[in-house]
């Protein structure tokens, strides 16, 4: 199967039989992002309510293109929601101070 094909139709490995439809959800939302930064020239602004609504517009338009119309038929609005108030990674410099140094002491542990 090729890139495109299994873009349009996943064969979806699911891990968590408690939150089976996370995976789909997720794929769903990944299809999206390019396409929201295609239609606004950006991606959505840090915990902005208006692109998250957006967002998930989107998210819905493309399930329903996607093959058999829909890769799931349980689009999770929160999920989605928040992925597009924390996809560009607005963080302060001392969260990345931190995590920077607990990744190296993990590193020095192993």
Known sequence: KTYSESLLDPEILIFDYSRMYISDN??????TLPYFKQTYGRAPKPWNDDDAEKFYVSASEINCKMSDNSITNKLDKHLIKLLAKICTGDLCPMQGVIGGTA????????
Do not use: R, T
Request: charged residues 15%; aromatic residues 8%.
């Open 26 to 31: 997720l794929h769903v939302a990944f299809q």
């Open 103 to 110: 990744a190296q002491e993990v590193i020095k542990v192993c």
